[in-house]
């Protein structure tokens, strides 16, 4: 029986549909029944990170996303210390292309001392090379604080534009972080403005 869940409300959420992340950093098993009570049409479970790591909990979280009649995405938590992002993404395809029915995403929110022009170089051949792969748009999820704080060469920032914006910000009105103009999708809120079940959960909306 699909427990009771109210209806998550959001002042933006008109033309919008709920969609719901988790990897295995939460610590929890996610409520999957009550998401699609509450609303939600899909899942985005972490996948990868990095050259050679598998998020322990991505088997789990995407047969059960699934079997509980939820759409099934994956995102990969990029590394720009590692020289060659081909790697990354190439691991990612292996991981969970044929586990997946959403576009791939991109987890754009570390620079580990990596030049802030490099950092956003080494993004920017890793989504090329996604998109190949998968023959889908890749998005990049980040933040505006951090895309600012990487001081990137104009130009090559600008790049980075080319790919769908998944934005995190948990302002009633986000800002969306230059070079890009729009949103994609917005995750509006880590389990503070609105849970599931009682269970903290990073919440977005997706515009399509």
Not at 70 to 78: A, D, E, I, P
Not at 193 to 204: E, M, N, Y
Request: proline share 8%; net charge neutral; glycine share 6%.
């Amino acid at each position: 029986m699909t427990p009771a869940a109210p209806p998550i409300t959001h002042p933006t959420r008109e033309g919008c549909c709920l969609v719901v992340d988790v990897s295995a950093h939460q610590g929890v098993y996610p409520p999957w029944c009550a998401m699609k009570a509450a609303g939600a049409v899909a899942v985005i479970c972490k996948a990868t990170e990095g050259q050679s790591h598998q998020d322990k909990r991505w088997q789990a979280n995407a047969q059960y996303a699934a079997e509980s009649g939820l759409m099934v995405g994956s995102y990969h938590f990029f590394r720009p210390e590692w020289p060659d992002p081909t790697i990354q993404a190439r691991r990612y395809h292996e991981i969970a292309f044929d586990r997946t029915a959403l576009n791939p995403c991109c987890d754009f929110e570390v620079q580990k001392g990596v030049d802030g022009t490099l950092c956003v170089e080494r993004a920017i051949v890793f989504c090329h090379e996604v998109e190949r792969l998968w023959k889908k748009r890749c998005l990049v999820y980040t933040s505006p604080g951090f895309i600012a704080g990487l001081k990137a060469d104009p130009l090559v920032r600008a790049g980075v534009a080319a790919f769908p914006l998944w934005q995190a910000d948990y302002r009633d009105t986000p800002q969306i972080p230059a070079p890009w103009t729009s949103w994609t999708m917005w995750q509006w809120t880590d389990g503070v403005k609105a849970r599931i079940a009682d269970v903290p959960l990073d919440l977005s909306w997706f515009r399509g």
